[in-house]
């Protein structure tokens, strides 16, 4: 067999030399294997590689498809999971000291789903304390590195998946998004990231306390649009272990893949994000517009009336909802949380029950005025970043010097990591990353495309539309 090169594989271009028998399972995890080996020492993605098992179910996987016995296109597939989400028998520490000795005895409801499929788990994600941040800068399992810049964060909370998939240490990580912790890391890893309508995928497994009960989301990281649909069939729909799934039909999301989008409408909201963007992303945001454009698409102006409260009530409501689970480790264990967490934490114990239910008066306000604006609409389109990645160094002082001014990464309103994605945990809908251009200086910048509730198919459609056209998934980090 050829040499394996990972970085010019996608599940789309291995899965059919899979399927024929051309290339084994097992060459996949040793080839994966191997690259981290040799880049983790200086990433710090992976915080668990499982190799003794990962080679085990790859061998089962070719001795399965050897008997007639192929899953389909996840099938010998190399996988990582954020480190928040259970898998039997390893270390799921939820970047916490407080659970560094946690081994659960099952799996969470992705991680069963993909291993259904013929996934193969490769091991855990560096991640961000408690899911607490948008940097991975970890207290105790140590930094993240982004693979386009090393002395850069890869954004978080799931910073650890971004920059496997980014790095072509796995073809398909899971990470968690209760304010942005797919999208944002997607953009600043240049990868694509999916967080689907809210109860789409299961969250049974999840660790308590790293997402608010109504606004968190498990979605997956891929290197192409193609590559996120296969993901996202394999680990939709409803599952009895977590009660907030929709019964929702799964349909084929590559079904529109290919398709033409002409005559689509694209909603840009008024004002909200104009004055989040640097003038890079700005203007990587009017160039992408302008792609789309080029589609056939046309993009019209929106109003959101009260979309500058969704800051308020996505604190109010993912904060109140999230503490919960910490109460019994704030009352036995305080200093085990880093100082930052541990005083957040202490504030949301003390917002008013009266606050979190206005919050959620007003977050129904919101969520009806997106579904009537996307009546008139296909997709909404919005940068996911404001920034590209900031330095370690930056993220340490807090602000960075751009544009001439200095920009502060913590605001009233919210982190500048955050504030383009927490409408769409507010909402619940469908939010997809995908790469739309480079800075000056190589970082890549991220678009995203949300869409009505179970219209995933349709993001997909104009997001594999926009990235063929532009063809930024090609650029690849220098990393050897």
């Not at 939820?94 to 069963?112: E, H, M, N, Y």
């Not at 069939?233 to 009660?243: K, R, S």
């Not at 970082?443 to 063809?471: D, M, N, T, W």
Request: aromatic share 6%; proline share 6%.
């Amino acid at each position: 067999m050829p040499e394996l090169d990972p970085t010019n594989l996608t599940i789309a271009s291995l899965a059919p030399r899979i399927a024929a028998r051309e290339v084994s399972p097992v060459e996949v995890a040793a080839c994966y294997l191997d690259r981290i080996k040799r880049l983790n020492p200086v990433l710090n993605a992976y915080s668990t590689v499982m190799e003794d098992d990962a080679i085990a179910e790859a061998r089962r996987a070719e001795e399965e498809i050897a008997g007639g016995n192929y899953r389909g296109p996840l099938h010998g597939i190399p996988v990582s999971i954020k480190d928040n989400l259970a898998v039997k028998g390893y270390p799921t520490t939820a970047g916490s000291q407080i659970l560094a000795d946690w081994k659960p005895d099952f799996d969470a409801g992705v991680v069963t789903r993909l291993r259904e499929a013929g996934a193969i788990v490769l091991g855990k994600n560096n991640m961000h304390e408690w899911a607490g941040g948008g940097t991975t800068m970890n207290p105790y399992f140590g930094t993240t590195h982004n693979p386009w810049d090393t002395s850069r964060v890869p954004g978080g909370s799931s910073g650890g998946s971004a920059a496997a998939v980014a790095a072509d240490l796995c073809l398909i990580s899971i990470g968690t998004d209760n304010a942005g912790s797919v999208r944002n890391p997607a953009a600043w890893c240049g990868t694509v990231g999916l967080k689907a309508t809210y109860g789409r995928v299961s969250r049974y497994g999840g660790v308590a306390g790293t997402g608010g009960f109504s606004s968190d989301h498990f979605g997956p990281f891929t290197k192409t649009v193609e590559d996120c649909a296969l993901v996202l069939a394999a680990i939709a729909g409803e599952d009895l272990n977590d009660p907030l799934t929709s019964p929702e039909p799964v349909p084929d999301y590559r079904e529109g893949l290919g398709s033409a989008v002409t005559g689509m409408k694209v909603g840009v909201i008024d004002s909200y994000f104009d004055e989040l963007m640097v003038d890079e992303v700005a203007k990587g945001f009017q160039d992408a517009l302008a792609a789309l454009g080029s589609l056939g698409m046309t993009v019209k102006r929106i109003t959101i009336p009260h979309m500058d409260a969704v800051p308020a009530v996505q604190t109010a409501t993912s904060r109140c909802e999230n503490v919960v689970a910490h109460e019994p480790y704030l009352r036995k264990q305080p200093r085990r949380y880093s100082r930052e967490l541990l005083h957040r934490n202490i504030a949301s114990l003390t917002i008013p029950a009266s606050t979190y239910v206005t919050s959620q008066r007003v977050r129904r306000v919101i969520c009806r005025e997106f579904e009537e604006a996307l009546q008139d609409v296909q997709v909404i389109v919005a940068p996911t970043v404001g920034i590209a990645a900031p330095t370690i160094e930056e993220c340490k002082q807090g602000f960075a010097e751009i544009d001439g001014r200095r920009i502060p990464f913590r605001h009233p309103s919210g982190s500048i990591g955050t504030r383009c994605t927490i409408p769409f945990n507010v909402t619940g809908l469908p939010a997809l990353s995908v790469c739309c251009g480079f800075t000056a200086g190589g970082l890549p910048l991220g678009l995203q495309i949300v869409g009505s509730c179970f219209q995933e198919g349709l993001l997909f459609q104009v997001a594999h539309a926009y990235e063929q056209a532009a063809g930024w998934y090609e650029r690849k980090p220098g990393l050897g």
